[in-house]
């Protein structure tokens, strides 16, 4: 073995330690909830950040095209579908990945500017990032009246009463949520339901002291009771705040994003940053809701695997074990996927830990040298949208980051380094 | 036309991704289109009336209130899934668990006292996963095939000479102190013990002694190609001294396809000092062996146990056979069965010409497709598309029972059976379908079941396959 | 552990492949585990001969 390998490798995993121990450092705290226009950095005009890597509107696939024309429609640029479509296939409006921006939206993750968005802040490093709403309609691709009614509570009612909850109480420190949440079977991707009950149990003294309307705080208190995905939302963008520290670290292979857009999945690399390593989106294995199988369903899609890439999500299954009926699986599948996770991760988190494995904390930092050499790809639990737009959520389940990503970036990489 | 039941269970709270677990369940019980599984909130009560679950019973229901919702072609079976409810839903139903873990290395902390590897991934990768579990000192039986030979007499050496067994590659049955592996039935355990490459062989042999209230202590598969002189017989010579050695069996059957020459002589050498009676069948090689027929393996066995013992299986075939014209095809989902047949066939003198022999279960016929004895789908379009064929006057088939095999294989090859009597009747023939099941009444498909099934459809059953063999070729005669 | 000891104490079983085998002898009270298989990407020369550099 030559000294020049040797040099790269301890060169490596000295990057890797360096972007492993920022991403254990990260502090999210929310700290505002406000119209996307205003606070990220680029969107401006008639334009629409969506989830994954770059992608036209012409190669978008079902349910993205539905969520954008949602977002086209309830931003009064068009009056019908039809018009909107006609906008956006001459090029009218701007599409952008919301990484591009800081940002992540779960499913079609579509941004537009007049959608309030979470702002979380990692006190750490001082970043900011964003994340829209979740909801199980819209972001699916359905974009009837009724799909865009929701978006017009969430803009009217319930984020100016949290915005206003938030200004009195000032900012809500996440990683005791995060780190509680975990430990009540939560894995903060498909399964916030405790975060989201912890969260509105801070909220609600809040809104009352910010002294909000009687009728918006009841509505907006009966919103953060009875929407257990509230807090995706909060958790994509604490995870984006986390993760995002982490990029350019010279040398280093960790990932810091994973996101999908219905046809393509990406991944991004500390070394490398700015670039994305993508392979055709993987199907997800999941069940169905009623009125829906599985030949309805398209690829996966989102940036929700932002969850993953510090840690949560399908890392954290066996904590979370109920989450892993979505594919019939069993505790012992859950643990198994969960510690198969430690084989292609640089480290382990010393702040959101797993009871149900001895409070071991969450692998975090996934290495794309490992995941190529083990051959275990990322597990990441999801939702599943429609192939076609117009429809809402239609299931759920579990998929894998397919590792061709892995096997691009690490070919790019060497190259990079001169070793190819 | 479809109907549709409903269950409301009042104040029964359940996660949406359990519901969604169970509405998958119930989605494979017999007949049923369609099931939603939702706790009745305003929202849910929407989406089930959208997917076209809809009735008072729904719309009285409150949020707390689980709804659940069948549609199935028939109002007995939408009956039935809300019936299995009860049972998806008791607690006893949390599904028993079998550990998994990743790596050979985790099984030391898993099952420390593990003593034996079943292998069954494709036949590629086979080899390294045999090493690995003889270099943990497991005994290993090996379920795939296409194992290179080069690999398997290398690995034999290996187990060998660490006093390791390893059954295959290309085992499918062995029983362990009454614990069946691969393909496997639900017989006794008792003085007979069984060695063999042949799966079917030892199936049908441990099947007869069961029937003849006798039973196995072990039964050791060795894989097809052991007893071939480039293997050696390594394996059945390690399993018929194992067999010698054991308290528990007094009389050894050694079934196989004919062994290569230097290996036939090494096992005739090794059986002529065993102090226990070795009772050998070599099918496909008339006269090698000292049973013609898997029949007369086990009744020989039985003999040397002493006693009376009843004759296995004593009620014989029909007496009055129908002479045919034309020819027999078989088509056999047991390999060992046909050359089994294929002896008898040729015992009786009847002509090549008159009988064709298919082995469905072979490489070339199963490549791409499961097994016909899991399932019987390819088997029977044969079936079916042989009443058009004038030439054929007489089919021939095994129906094999016991673990590993097809839930209902009876159940499934008799819509075909039907469909070519109905066509050779069509064309004014009468075809003769004649059926030997190999299995016992424990088995988890049920022997008497499944035999009549097939007698409903017209078929003649006879107790074996040797018998059902002669039974054909007393009518070509 | 002769084929003597596999005879007298009976299968103590890893299953490594079709799942119904591991289900069949759980079936017969027999202890199983299973080894989670699956098939090993073809060998990449390429991606090894990096890997050696990197890893």
Known sequence: ?420 | MSATSYSVRHHTYLDSVFLMRLAKSLETMPGVVDVAALMATPANKQMLRDAGFSGVDVDAAAPDDLVVGVSASTAVQAQEAIAELDHLLSPQAAVETIQRVRTWGEVSTALPRANLAVISVPGEFAAAEIESALDRGMHVFCFSSNVEARDEIRLKGLAHSRGLLLMGPDCGTSIIGGKGIGFSNAVRRGPVGIVGGSGTGIQAVSCLLHAAGSGVSHALGTGSRDASDDVGGVATIDALNALIADAGTRVIVLVSKAPGESTRMRLASLIATSPKPVVTCYLGAAGAGAAATLDDAAAQALARLGGAQATPNGSGPPSAVTHIEGRALGLFAGGSLLLEARGVMEQAGIAPSRFEFVDMGSEELTRGRPHPMIDSRFRADRIAKAGEDASVAAILLDVVLGRGAAGDPAGDLVPAIREATARASGQGRSLLVVVAVCGTEEDPQVRSRQEGKLRDAGVTLVPTNARAAAFVAEALR | MTIADLLREGPIAVSVGVRDFARDLKDQQVDVVEIDWRPPRPADAEMQRLLEKLL
């Open chain 1, 1 to 420: 073995m030559s000294t020049t390998a040797l040099d790269l490798k301890s060169r490596v995993e000295a990057a890797n330690t360096t972007a492993l121990a920022r991403l254990t450092a990260a502090d999210p705290v929310l700290v505002d909830v406000a119209p996307a226009g205003d606070v990220v950095e680029g969107l401006e005009g008639r334009m629409i950040l969506h989830a994954g890597p770059p992608i036209p509107w012409e190669r978008m696939c079902g349910a993205m095209r539905g969520s954008v024309i949602g977002l086209v429609l309830w931003e009064r640029w068009a009056s019908s579908p039809e018009a909107a479509e006609r906008l956006l296939a001459q090029g009218h409006i701007r599409l952008e990945p919301n990484h591009h921006h800081h940002g992540v939206g779960p499913m079609a993750g579509t941004t537009s500017p007049s959608l309030p968005v979470w702002v979380v802040e990692n006190r750490t490093f001082g970043n900011r990032a964003y994340c829209r709403l979740a909801e199980s309609w819209q972001q699916f691709g359905q974009f009837d009246s009724e799909a865009l009614a929701g978006l017009d509570r969430w803009r009217d009612v319930w984020a100016p009463s949290v915005r206003a909850g938030l200004r009195k109480r000032g900012p809500v420190p996440l990683k005791s949520i995060i780190g509680r949440a975990l430990q009540m079977g939560d894995e903060l991707h498909n399964r916030p339901n405790a975060a989201s009950s912890l969260f509105a149990n801070v909220m609600g003294p809040a809104m009352v002291d910010a002294d909000v309307p009687r009728a918006a705080l009841l509505e907006t208190m009966g919103y953060l009771a009875g929407n257990e995905f509230l807090f995706l939302g909060i958790s994509m963008a604490a995870a984006k705040s986390c993760a995002e520290p982490m990029e350019g670290v010279d040398g280093s292979v960790l990932v810091t994003a994973m996101a999908r857009n219905g046809v393509e999945f990406g991944i991004r690399v500390s070394g490398m940053p700015g670039t994305w390593f993508v392979a055709p989106a993987p199907s997800v294995e999941g069940l169905f809701l009623p009125g829906f199988k599985a030949e309805d369903a398209g690829l996966d899609m989102g940036d929700s695997a932002i969850t993953e890439t510090v840690g949560w999500g399908g890392f954290t299954l066996g904590g979370a074990p109920g989450i892993l009926a979505l594919t019939g699986g069993t505790p012992d599948d859950a643990m198994r996927m969960t510690r198969d996770m430690r084989e292609i991760t640089a480290g382990t988190s010393p702040d959101y830990r797993m009871p149900a494995l001895g409070f071991a904390g969450c692998s975090v930092g996934i290495d794309i040298r490992k995941v190529v050499s083990t051959g275990i790809e990322p597990v990441i639990d999801t939702a599943i949208a429609h192939h076609d737009p117009g429809y809402p959520k239609i299931g759920g389940g579990l998929v894998h980051a397919p590792i061709e990503c892995f096997r691009k970036a690490l070919a790019e990489f060497a190259r990079r380094q001169g070793v190819a």
